[in-house]
C-alpha cells in the first residue's frame, strides 16, 4: 500500500540546538498534516500543508511542503526541553480514499538540557 | 464533551474473548477514525466512517475487527477472538469534516494474555 517514510526515526539535541525531521512519499500527496505526541499522550495536530511550495511557521517550529507534494519537513530552531516527544507527518494521497490520513513512523526527539 | 472519549481506557482479556471497544467524538463532528498504534510506531488506519456510513474499511486486520457507528455519533470496534497479536493501543479520532485536522483520544490500551 501507500505508505509515507519519516528519517530519522530518533534525534538527540543538546538544548539550543536545532531539529529537522523529513517526510516523504512516492506518491503526491494531496495535503500533509502534523502532529506531535508527548510522553505517555496522544497524537496533537501542529498543521496542515496543502499548496506545493508551501511554508508555515509557528513560532520556532517552521513547516515546508516540497514543490512535488511528495515531502516534507518541519525544522525546531533551538529546542527546548518542551520540544520532547515524537512527530509524525500524517499525509493524504490523492484519488480514492483520500480521506485516509497515512501516518508515518515518526521521529522521536530526546533534548538534552 | 470537550474532547474524543475513549472507553475503557485499559481492557485486559484472554486469548479467544470478544473485546467492544467505545469511542464517543466530539460534538458535531461528522467524521471519525479508528487506528491502532504499536509502541513505538505511528498509528496505523484501520476504519472511516462519515457520518454513519462506514466508507473506507481497507485497514481492518482480518474479518475478527469489525466497528459500526450506527447514528452517526458514539461507535464501537470489536474484535472477535481475540489473538495475542491483537495487544496494542487503539485510538479513536474525529474531525469536523473528511479533510480536517483530527482530533485524537486517549486511546484503549488492549492487552491479549
Known amino acids: 500500500g501507500q505508505q509515507v517514510m519519516q528519517i530519522p526515526q530518533y534525534q538527540h539535541v543538546q538544548e539550543g540546538e536545532d531539529f529537522t525531521t523529513y517526510c516523504n512519499s512516492s506518491?503526491?500527496?494531496?495535503?500533509i498534516q502534523w502532529y506531535k505526541q508527548r510522553p505517555g499522550g496522544h497524537p496533537v495536530f501542529l498543521i496542515q500543508?496543502?499548496?506545493?511550495?508551501e511554508v508555515k511557521k509557528q513560532k520556532r517550529l517552521t513547516f515546508q511542503f516540497g514543490e512535488a507534494k511528495k515531502n516534507s519537513s518541519l525544522h525546531i530552531t533551538a529546542t527546548q526541553t518542551t520540544d520532547v516527544g515524537t512527530y509524525f507527518c500524517?499525509?493524504?494521497?490523492?484519488?480514492?480514499?483520500?480521506?485516509?490520513?497515512?501516518f508515518g513512523k515518526g521521529t522521536k526527539l530526546s533534548v538534552i538540557p | 464533551g470537550a474532547g474524543v472519549s475513549q472507553s475503557p481506557r485499559y481492557k485486559v482479556t484472554k486469548r479467544g474473548q470478544d473485546v467492544a471497544l467505545r469511542c464517543d467524538p466530539i460534538?458535531?463532528?461528522?467524521?471519525l477514525y479508528w487506528y491502532r498504534q504499536a509502541l513505538g510506531q505511528g498509528p496505523e488506519f484501520l476504519t472511516y466512517f462519515n457520518y454513519e456510513a462506514q466508507q473506507d474499511k481497507s485497514g481492518l486486520p482480518n474479518d475478527r475487527f469489525s466497528a459500526e457507528r450506527p447514528e452517526g455519533s458514539i461507535s464501537t470496534l470489536t474484535i472477535q477472538r481475540t489473538e495475542q497479536r491483537d495487544s496494542a493501543m487503539y485510538r479513536c479520532?474525529?474531525?469536523?469534516?473528511?479533510?480536517?485536522?483530527?482530533?485524537f483520544g486517549s486511546g484503549t490500551q488492549l492487552s491479549v494474555l
Open positions: 506518491t503526491t500527496l494531496s495535503n
Open positions: 479520532a474525529s474531525s469536523e469534516g473528511q479533510y480536517e485536522k483530527l482530533f
Open positions: 460534538s458535531g463532528h461528522v467524521s
Open positions: 500524517a499525509g493524504r494521497f490523492l484519488g480514492a480514499g483520500s480521506y485516509q490520513l497515512t
Open positions: 500543508l496543502v499548496k506545493s511550495g
